[in-house]
């Protein structure tokens, strides 16, 4: 049997219509439009407002899109991973619920937290179902509700995050495309710097929790900061390094949307022009798992058969990790 690789073959995607932009956030809590731009990069952030609706129904219509755009049946799809760490439930999954909104019924599926790493750990787990031989079509959808775990009266983080969903599809190929390296860490060292301390078995709700607003995200900006870079730069040179790669040999890097600060220090780092970054963040905030195949879905009509592509994230855990990735195709 010839070595199968794992292409990215179509992407789907979704964000909210609803959308929060600084000058409304200057309305919450003390700060200004020039404080949070000059500081994160972020302008506005799409917000999920539909009653009852969690990180699945984003989820959903990104699937939803991504089998109409591919021309895929529901019914061949092997399996189905979920990244978020925004789940609508402790269970079932999230990945069962979109599994069944877009009648995926002849799949496993599951979900997987890692944080703002969640595409990209999603991203191997997959690729390393299909090389196996054994599965033909895995879907990776990322879907974050960051705005359900923001607390609103935080000057700090409240204007971080966004709320969007995205997804691919992965098949075997004999050629040379798809998911070439990967380099993935985590060192549960860095909990204390960035958490939500309540909502699990540990710290259960309770009134005092959800007065002292410990259901939402927990940054130590500094730390997380300075964590980020230098840990986004050791991985995205790892990966450059080991394959042998000239900056003119990249055609993209995508890096997670977390802060302009982070996404300038690492492509000055790296010695790359900012200009062969993929950069939203300004339109959607952090959309923690999901910014990644965000920032995928919006450039797709860029993107060319052959294009190198080096995707790079940070999270909570602390988790953080690069891809090198040959792009499958070019969009008709």
């Given at each position: 049997?010839?070595?199968?690789?794992?292409?990215?073959?179509?992407?789907?995607?979704?964000?909210?219509?609803?959308?929060?932009?600084?000058?409304?956030?200057?309305?919450?809590?003390?700060?200004?439009?020039?404080?949070?731009?000059?500081?994160?990069?972020?302008?506005?952030?799409?917000?999920?407002?539909?009653?009852?609706?969690?990180?699945?129904?984003?989820?959903?219509?990104?699937?939803?899109?991504?089998?109409?755009?591919?021309?895929?049946?529901?019914?061949?799809?092997?399996?189905?991973i979920c990244s978020t760490t925004t789940g609508d439930y402790i269970l079932p999954s999230t990945a069962s619920i979109i599994a069944e909104?877009?009648?995926?019924?002849?799949?496993?599926?599951?979900?997987?937290?890692?944080?703002?790493?969640?595409?990209?750990?999603?991203?191997?787990?997959?690729?390393?179902?299909?090389?196996?031989?054994?599965?033909?079509?895995?879907?990776?959808?990322?879907?974050?509700?960051?705005?359900?775990?923001?607390?609103?009266?935080?000057?700090?983080?409240?204007?971080?995050?966004?709320?969007?969903?995205?997804?691919?599809?992965?098949?075997?190929?004999?050629?040379?495309?798809?998911?070439?390296?990967?380099?993935?860490?985590?060192?549960?060292?860095?909990?204390?710097?960035?958490?939500?301390?309540?909502?699990?078995?540990?710290?259960?709700?309770?009134n005092e929790t959800i007065a002292k607003h410990q259901h939402a995200v927990y940054q130590e900006g500094q730390a997380v900061f300075k964590?980020?870079?230098?840990?986004?730069?050791?991985?995205?040179?790892?990966?450059?390094?080991?394959?042998?790669?000239?900056?003119?040999?990249?055609?993209?890097?995508?890096?997670?949307?977390?802060?302009?600060?982070?996404?300038?220090?690492?492509?000055?780092?790296?010695?790359?022009?900012?200009?062969?970054?993929?950069?939203?963040?300004?339109?959607?905030?952090?959309?923690?798992?999901?910014?990644?195949?965000?920032?995928?879905?919006?450039?797709?009509?860029?993107?060319?058969?052959?294009?190198?592509?080096?995707?790079?994230?940070?999270?909570?855990?602390?988790?953080?990790?690069?891809?090198?990735?040959?792009?499958?195709?070019?969009?008709?």
């Open positions: 049997m010839r070595n199968l690789n794992a292409a990215i073959t179509g992407i789907g995607g979704y964000v909210p219509e609803s959308i929060l932009t600084n000058e409304d956030i200057t309305k919450l809590v003390d700060t200004t439009d020039e404080w949070i731009t000059s500081r994160t990069g972020i302008k506005e952030r799409r917000i999920l407002k539909e009653k009852h609706a969690g990180s699945s129904y984003m989820g959903t219509k990104a699937v939803e899109e991504l089998l109409k755009k591919t021309h895929v049946d529901p019914s061949e799809i092997d399996a189905l909104n877009c009648g995926i019924k002849n799949s496993f599926a599951y979900d997987l937290s890692a944080a703002c790493s969640g595409f990209l750990f999603g991203l191997v787990n997959g690729a390393t179902f299909v090389e196996s031989g054994r599965y033909k079509k895995v879907i990776v959808v990322s879907t974050e509700k960051m705005s359900g775990v923001t607390n609103y009266t935080d000057r700090t983080t409240c204007p971080l995050f966004g709320d969007g969903a995205a997804a691919v599809l992965l098949e075997p190929t004999t050629e040379n495309y798809g998911l070439i390296d990967s380099v993935l860490h985590t060192d549960g060292s860095g909990f204390p710097h960035l958490h939500i301390k309540a909502g699990g078995t540990a710290f259960p709700a309770t964590a980020a870079v230098s840990r986004l730069v050791e991985a995205s040179e790892e990966i450059r390094d080991r394959n042998n790669l000239k900056v003119e040999d990249i055609t993209w890097v995508v890096p997670h949307q977390a802060n302009m600060r982070i996404i300038d220090a690492v492509m000055r780092t790296m010695k790359m022009p900012i200009e062969q970054a993929m950069i939203n963040i300004e339109k959607y905030g952090n959309t923690s798992s999901a910014s990644i195949p965000i920032c995928l879905w919006e450039w797709e009509d860029k993107l060319k058969k052959g294009d190198l592509l080096v995707m790079s994230a940070f999270g909570a855990g602390f988790t953080w990790g690069s891809v090198l990735l040959k792009w499958a195709y070019t969009k008709e």
